[in-house]
């Protein structure tokens, strides 16, 4: 089969099983071939990561430990948590399948990472005095990746943790008696007002001291009266306060080996762990989703824009690598070292400038992959469209999302049942126009200082540190991705797909019986509505 200009293998390819975790042929084992700088780079260091049970944190976490063995500790700051000791919430973590691989090939894992109780939300990271003299005597290099990803979070919120927390972690570095290297992980739609976005700092709408005195002194709904005027283009909170940390990091990093990298969209893993996993529903995964369990049908959409879509383990190795350059190449390493106040490296890293891949084609390639191992949990057949006219797309919600949801939630009403599709599609209508913004535009980024880190890896970091997007296959990557969706999401093990087709040919059945009794009754309608008339 051919998927725009794509040749898609549409045989099901048979998959290795381990704790229902979708294993394939990226899997296997590589032979590297000489040393690895990195790995030698990260032996006897001790590391500080922010975010750590986030989506990206949990892979940074697994990827340091697995593929740097001889790394020293790992330290996690988390928010402390009633009636439960760092013990059982070291469990939890580590008790999800991203982990396995790991457990099989270093057991003692475990014993190499430590908690730090803090809150980035809050003063001073809200850290004891004593595990502050801990990071400040022993930690080497920081990811500082903890934000809030919600895109309609409340001002107030999105400043203390994304501004001031970035703040106050960069306070904490410029303590660190041994610090190498701090990334700090952005978004490469920090600064989405504008058309062409460089691997450089950008002035912010509102810099980021100024923020934090607004937020700290203004009565919180006061601040959301005036939240839509102060965040004037940008979309939502996040991509607003993501860029006035930004410019805290600029004014905070003098001095110190720190790097920005800017991912574009992440998505699931290309092979890391293993290919496929992924643990939310943000972003065009959650559009693979709902268009997967038939309740989702019209997105408004730009088919032919470009998704500058990452995959996840990809972004994680370019973080470590980047913290790697930055030890590196800081410039206090040397007696003819440049002005302090030199801005750090920004990375943009993003699939737009080598494998490119616009919204038609991901769609596609989630709708032939996806009729392969069609899910159990489906409500309703497969019925998508990407629109990028709003009356269209208002349209299609008022037939597909509305009307349906009116009858059934109808339905349970008089059965005696709670309504419930109303109240999801009017999340569904939230979650399409966060969505629209990515969806229906394009942007410009330039990625040079990437693309030279990764020529800056020598053979084996290539390898067992892979982030060159260009090598990516999107058929395979989105072969391994919708049946990660499939398995890690929607909790559909691959042994269901029999029963999976099954159902879906019903609801197929179903779908197409009452199209066409409500094609004759509309027609019926229109031919008495025309006999009245003539």
């Known amino acids: 089969m051919t998927v725009d200009g794509t040749t898609v293998d549409c045989d099901v390819k048979i998959m290795r099983q381990e704790t229902d975790i979708p294993y394939t042929d990226l899997d296997e084992e590589k032979q590297i071939?000489?040393?690895?700088?990195?790995?030698?780079?990260?032996?006897?260091?001790?590391v500080l990561l922010t975010g750590g049970t986030g989506f990206l944190g949990k892979l940074i976490v697994e990827k340091l430990l697995r593929s740097c063995p001889d790394l020293k500790k790992v330290y996690l700051l988390a928010r402390p948590k009633k009636n439960k000791d760092t013990a059982k919430r070291l469990q939890e973590q580590f008790d999800d399948v991203l982990y396995s691989k790991l457990k099989k090939e270093r057991p003692d894992f475990l014993k190499k990472i430590g908690v730090i109780e803090g809150d980035v939300g809050q003063i001073g990271l809200g850290i004891s005095g004593e595990d502050r003299k801990r990071v400040i005597n022993e930690v080497e290099i920081i990811f500082h990746g903890a934000a809030t990803v919600r895109f309609d979070e409340a001002?107030?919120?999105?400043?203390?943790?994304?501004?001031?927390?970035?703040?106050?972690?960069?306070?904490?570095?410029?303590?660190?008696?041994?610090?190498?290297?701090?990334?700090?992980?952005s978004t490469a739609y920090s600064n989405c007002t504008l058309n062409v976005i460089e691997e450089k700092f950008y002035d912010s709408a509102v810099p980021g001291e100024k923020l934090i005195d607004l937020v700290e002194t203004l009565?919180?709904?006061?601040?959301?009266?005036?939240?839509p005027g102060l965040i004037?283009?940008?979309?939502?909170?996040?991509?607003?306060?993501?860029?006035?940390?930004?410019?805290?990091v600029r004014n905070y990093a003098k001095g110190l080996p720190v790097a920005v990298f800017r991912p574009a969209i992440v998505i699931a893993t290309a092979e890391e762990p293993f290919a496929g996993w992924i643990d939310n529903v943000y972003g065009p995964t959650g559009v693979v989703v709902g268009a997967a369990v038939g309740l989702l049908h019209v997105l408004h959409c730009s088919p032919k824009a470009i998704?500058?879509?990452?995959?996840?383990?990809?972004?994680?190795?370019?973080?470590?690598?980047?913290?790697w350059k930055t030890a590196r190449d800081y410039q206090g390493n040397y007696e003819d070292?440049?002005?302090?106040?030199?801005?750090p490296p920004v990375y943009n890293y993003v699939s737009s400038e080598q494998r490119p891949l616009t919204w038609e084609r991901f769609m596609k390639f989630n709708e032939t992959y996806g009729f392969e191992v069609p899910t159990m949990q489906a409500v309703w057949y497969y019925l998508f469209y990407l629109t990028p006219s709003k009356f269209v797309y208002s349209l299609y919600c008022f037939l597909l999302h509305w009307i349906p949801a009116y009858l059934v939630d109808g339905v349970a009403v008089l059965i005696g049942k709670k309504p419930m599709l109303r109240k999801a599609y009017t999340k569904i209508d939230k979650f399409s126009e966060v969505m629209a913004y990515f969806a229906l535009r394009e942007w410009k980024f330039t990625n040079s200082n990437t693309t030279n880190l990764y020529k800056d890896l020598c053979d084996a970091d290539k390898q067992i540190f892979n982030f060159d997007i260009a090598c990516v296959d999107w058929s395979d990557y989105f072969y391994n991705y919708v049946r990660g969706v499939r398995v890690y999401l929607l909790k559909d093990d691959i042994e269901t797909v029999p029963a999976g087709l099954r159902k879906h040919f019903k609801l197929k059945l179903i779908h197409y019986i009452c199209s066409t009794i409500l094609f004759i009754i509309f027609f019926r309608l229109l031919w008495s509505v025309i006999s009245l008339i003539f």
């Open 337 to 343: 070292a440049p002005p302090p106040d030199m801005p």
């Open 232 to 248: 004037g283009d940008f979309p939502n909170t996040y991509a607003f306060t993501k860029s006035a940390a930004e410019n805290l």
């Open 155 to 185: 001002l107030k919120t999105a400043v203390e943790i994304n501004v001031r927390g970035t703040r106050e972690m960069l306070l904490l570095a410029r303590a660190c008696t041994k610090l190498k290297a701090l990334v700090h992980i």
């Open 33 to 46: 071939i000489g040393e690895s700088q990195i790995q030698k780079f990260y032996t006897g260091t001790t």
């Open 219 to 227: 009565d919180e709904k006061i601040l959301n009266n005036i939240t």
């Open 307 to 323: 998704a500058d879509l990452v995959p996840g383990d990809m972004v994680v190795n370019g973080c470590i690598a980047a913290a």
